[in-house]
């Protein structure tokens, strides 16, 4: 220990900067980033004038008057950039005489704050500690290396004795102190947070295990307390969200490539040569940084880091890196340094984006790219033999070197107990340990460790969520048989039906009355949603089939079962135009059944509904008059009561939020108020006693593969329809490029079909031809061209403006055969059937996603008619992705293309947001195997224990990461 008088005090901040920086710039020691920045402005402003003038007058400080001494003060911080001169000491996370530094500066309040060591995260770092250990800073000063020590070995001690504080502190000088006192005395800084290290860590010896992850980031060792708060503003509050933060990417960093085509996208590792910010006229500049990179000559497989020069089976190839800016204010030349400064010479830089050959040989141009610092140049850290180097997505500013050290000092105290899942549960998965995982996805040694990692993290995004909705589906049943019978269901998922035989009286007659017979793979749908309507737990099943493959009947066979029992429907589709067809339709079926008395009252509900007439369904509802209602949203709308709803199927099911769909299961229907609609119940089937909210019925024809119905219905029963009706002809598709040739054949074409009696659709992708998107053809705009091509053939026009009415009128009068061609916009893609149609064109074919050109195919070819479907592409290079259509008509293998191309958002369009749970880093459409064993493994755990009470583990980290709201309806 030393002593220190006021001047020393100053000469030794003077000095420690000097050391502190000279060491950050050694590397062999890390200080943190923002004493970095600190002492880095501090040391040169110590350099000027008037900061030297404000040191000497510090000496005065002795002989001041007390006035003086607070402006002396003030000043001092406020050279050295510090808030406080409490800052200036905790920032510095060095050791001082107390006593004396009180003596000097008395109104530095010093309380009872431990030491506290500088951080050295290298070789001969002290020992690990834990951060559960509460005495994670004592004793570790001694082990700070010695040179270190030579600036470090002031100690601020603990002064308990207030008293001898100087009496005549100033109210503002009071203030401060006493604020810091407050909280934690004269903690260091970022001990000031509401989560002081030390009590923090105390507190943490006794926490249970699954309290760790969820630390707050403050007891994280030696984090000043702008890092912290940095940290924090960035969302990383906890441990468990700074372990999160994963890398985005893993550099290699020996480059591999030898062969560079155009246009192809590459990552490459090399060293900045220059970096120049270039004017090129008054209001344009650019900035061009050169990266020279050593990748292996044709033929060569390998390569080391960068070299400039030629070395036998290596060559640099140089990579011109060009942003533009266009505006007269971009091209001053402070901001074109400022650009430019931002790369040094000498940095080692991952580099990615896509490359353009250039003139000279080995320059490649790349225009869109993305930089990531990977070492500076004196710093060999990185020069790791062979490891993959984590690229960090940027994060609010957040320095990545800073973040990538923060995270290697979480994982070195990392304590191994800290994984919920049982040790069994691993092996049988082959999964790493959770703080393996965190080890391998942050600092792996090599590609498989980190891909090892990744598996377990995604695990873990889909197990608990499996776990959580199956784990609340249980929650809500009575007995043990119950909650056995439910996880059996869901192992064995084709296993419950109930046959023809069983089915009500009312479905029966509905089924006979029918101008068809049901498909098999309809008739088991059918039978698998009776066995679970006729449960007293609410259904939850999603029937799934391609377009066209009859899901309508068999979703009214279930609402007639539902009726026959007592009790009402609701069938709830995402358009107006829908539920006027699916209306008519079941009236028309309806018309068939012999027996008149028992047909059910059906009432259509939409937006378009005239006030009067709505309020009377509602009323009819209310009362249990109605047993069948058909409708959209407005079927959700609070006003909506209804007496027993039993059932809600909810059409295309993805186009509702979810918040929407749980609407109608927000409630609970007993059966009492249902007397009227029991005498119907030929059959006399018994209702149950008790009041349970209503089963949901969703169906989609959009194929989802099972993984993707299992992570977005995680709870749901999956009933898939197999097969087509009989007698379904292929339709043929054919990919055209939208020039005046392709158009001539295409118009061709139509005029053969319409000529023989065929009816077209013309679907586009916009309704008014626009001014920013001139290529795009609107259904609006082409309907006079159309006309004008089509004489003596009438056209129709279909699009979401038009009213209600106008567009069932349009809608009918394609039907009735009266317009035989129907310009229309995707307002067709969901649920049309006019089995007469026989051909589609589709404009502007590359706007549309595979899978939903898939659906709007599926409007044709529901009839008897061979049917065609031409897919226009406006560029010639939008035809290959078409010609995947041209090939397979399995909604499938069109779906699985889909999501492998646009992800699993986009499979089920813009607005379902709410959908898809989010998962940080799994990819639905690549993972799904994972996603198939986090649900059995759920499934074994809930077998083994229902309610988790035999994992408390588990059922610890399964609140702490599921909200409520994400675990379902
Ligand atoms: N078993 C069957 N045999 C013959 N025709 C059938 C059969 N089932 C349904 N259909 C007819 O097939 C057409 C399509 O049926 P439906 O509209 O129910 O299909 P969907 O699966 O709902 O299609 P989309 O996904 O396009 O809405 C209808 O005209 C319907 O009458």
């Known amino acids: 220990m030393q002593c220190l008088s006021e001047r020393c005090l100053i000469h030794a901040n003077i000095f420690q900067a000097a050391r502190g920086y000279r060491h950050v710039l050694n590397r062999k020691m890390r200080l943190n980033g923002l004493l970095l920045c600190n002492i880095s402005k501090y040391f040169s402003t110590s350099n000027h004038k008037l900061t030297q003038n404000v040191f000497h007058k510090a000496d005065s400080y002795g002989s001041a008057c007390r006035l003086d001494r607070r402006k002396l003060l003030d000043k001092v911080s406020a050279t050295m950039y510090q808030d406080s001169f409490d800052e200036l000491i905790d920032e510095g996370k060095h050791v001082f005489d107390a006593s004396l530094v009180r003596k000097q500066f008395p109104s530095i309040i010093l309380g009872q704050s431990s030491p506290v060591e500088l951080y050295d995260g290298i070789s001969d770092a002290p020992e690990k500690s834990n951060i559960l250990t509460a005495d994670i800073y004592s004793g570790s000063w001694d082990s700070i290396p010695n040179e270190f020590n030579q600036f470090s070995s002031y100690k601020i001690e603990s002064i308990s004795d207030q008293s001898t504080l100087d009496s005549t502190y100033s109210s503002k000088e009071e203030n401060s102190s006493s604020s810091s006192s407050s909280s934690s005395s004269t903690l260091p800084s970022y001990a000031k947070s509401p989560n002081p290290v030390k009590s923090d860590l105390q507190c943490s010896i006794s926490d249970p295990f699954e309290l760790i992850l969820d630390k707050s980031i403050s007891c994280i060792p030696v984090l000043s307390k702008k890092q912290c708060t940095q940290l924090e503003n960035c969302g990383l509050h906890t441990i468990r969200k700074l372990l999160s933060h994963f890398p985005r990417t893993y550099a290699d960093l020996q480059n591999a490539q030898f062969t560079i085509d155009d246009g192809q996208y590459l990552i490459f590792v090399g060293k900045v040569l220059s970096s120049r910010g270039i004017k090129a006229s008054c209001s344009l500049s650019f900035l061009e940084v050169v990266v020279g990179c050593e990748v292996a000559e044709s033929g060569s497989s390998s390569a080391c880091m960068v070299s400039e020069h030629n070395n036998g089976s290596k060559k640099t190839i140089y990579l011109h890196l060009k942003k533009f800016f266009r505006g007269t204010r971009f091209t001053y030349q402070p901001f074109l340094r400022s650009l430019q400064e931002k ?200 029937l799934q089939g391609d377009v066209g493959c009859g899901k309508t009947v068999v979703a009214f066979l279930a609402c007639m079962e539902v009726i026959g029992s007592g009790y009402q429907a609701a069938f709830m589709v995402p358009t107006e135009l829908l539920a006027i067809q699916h209306h008519d339709r079941l009236l028309s079926l309806l018309e068939n059944m012999e027996d008149v008395d028992s047909r059910p009252s059906v009432a259509l509900l939409t937006g378009s509904t005239p006030v009067k007439k709505a309020r009377l369904i509602r009323e009819g509802l209310q009362s249990g008059e109605i047993s069948l209602v058909i409708g959209t949203h407005s079927l959700i709308a609070e006003k909506v009561e209804f007496s027993c709803l039993r059932i809600a199927v909810v059409d295309e099911q993805h186009r509702f939020g979810v918040i929407q769909r749980g609407r109608f299961n927000s409630k609970l229907y007993s059966n009492s108020v249902n007397s009227r609609l029991a005498e119907i119940d030929s059959n006399g089937s018994s209702k149950g006693d008790t009041s349970m909210a209503p089963h949901v019925l969703a169906m989609t024809a959009t194929p989802i593969p099972r993984t993707l119905a299992l992570a977005l219905y995680g709870d749901m029963s999956l009933t898939q329809i197999t097969d087509l009706p009989p007698g379904r002809k292929p339709i043929d598709t054919y990919a055209v490029e939208g020039n005046e040739a392709g158009f001539e054949e295409v118009y061709q074409m139509m005029k053969v079909e319409l000529e023989s009696g065929g009816r077209v659709y013309i679907v586009y992708p916009i309704i008014d031809q626009s001014e920013q998107l001139p290529q795009l053809r609107g259904a609006s705009a082409d309907l006079e061209v159309i006309s004008n091509r089509f004489q003596g053939i009438n056209c129709g026009l279909l699009h979401g403006r038009m009213k209600s009415d106008e567009k069932d009128e349009a809608l009918k009068n394609f039907r009735s055969g009266e317009t035989q061609i129907l310009l229309s916009t995707q307002v067709i893609e969901v649920g049309v059937d006019v089995p007469e149609a026989s051909m589609m064109v589709v404009m502007n074919a590359e706007r549309f996603g595979i899978a939903q050109l898939h659906q709007l195919r599926g409007r044709v070819g529901r009839g008897v008619r061979k049917s065609k479907c031409l897919l226009l592409s406006s560029t010639s290079s939008g035809l290959p992705r078409l010609k995947v259509l041209e090939k397979s008509s399995d909604g499938f293998h069109l779906a699985n293309m889909d999501l492998l191309l646009r992800g699993p958002g986009d499979l089920l369009g813009k607005k379902q947001s709410g959908h898809l749970p989010e998962f940080p880093i799994a990819r639905l459409e690549v993972d799904g195997n994972i996603l198939q064993e986090a649900h059995l493994a759920a499934l074994m755990i809930l077998s083994e224990s229902h309610n988790l009470e035999g994992f408390p583990k588990l059922k610890a980290e399964l609140s702490m990461r599921q909200p409520l709201c994400l675990l379902g309806d």
């Open 343 to 542: 790369q040094k010479e000498g940095d080692i830089v991952c580099v990615s984006g896509k490359v353009k050959t250039m003139r000279t040989k080995d320059h490649y141009e790349m225009r869109e790219y993305n930089m990531d610092l990977i070492r500076d140049d004196d710093d060999e850290s990185a020069c790791a033999e062979g490891r993959p180097y984590p690229i960090y997505p940027s994060k609010g500013g957040l320095n990545p070197k800073l973040l990538s050290d923060i995270i290697a000092r979480v994982l070195d105290t990392l304590p191994p107990g800290i994984d919920p899942i049982p040790n069994n549960t691993l092996q049988m998965f082959g999964l790493k340990s959770l703080r393996d995982a965190y080890i391998g996805i942050h600092q792996p040694s090599n590609f498989k460790e980190a891909d090892l990692a990744r598996k377990r993290i995604i695990f873990d995004e889909f197990f608990y969520l499996q776990l959580g909705r199956l784990f609340q589906m249980l929650e809500g049943l009575g007995t043990w048989i119950e909650k056995d019978g439910l996880l059996n269901k869901y192992r064995n998922p084709s296993t419950n039906a109930v046959f023809t035989d069983e089915w009500c009286s009312l479905t029966k007659k509905f089924l006979n009355s029918l101008p068809y017979s049901l498909t098999s793979s309809q008739l088991t749908a059918v039978s698998e949603i009776i066995w679970d309507l006729k449960r007293q737990i609410p259904m939850n099943r999603l």
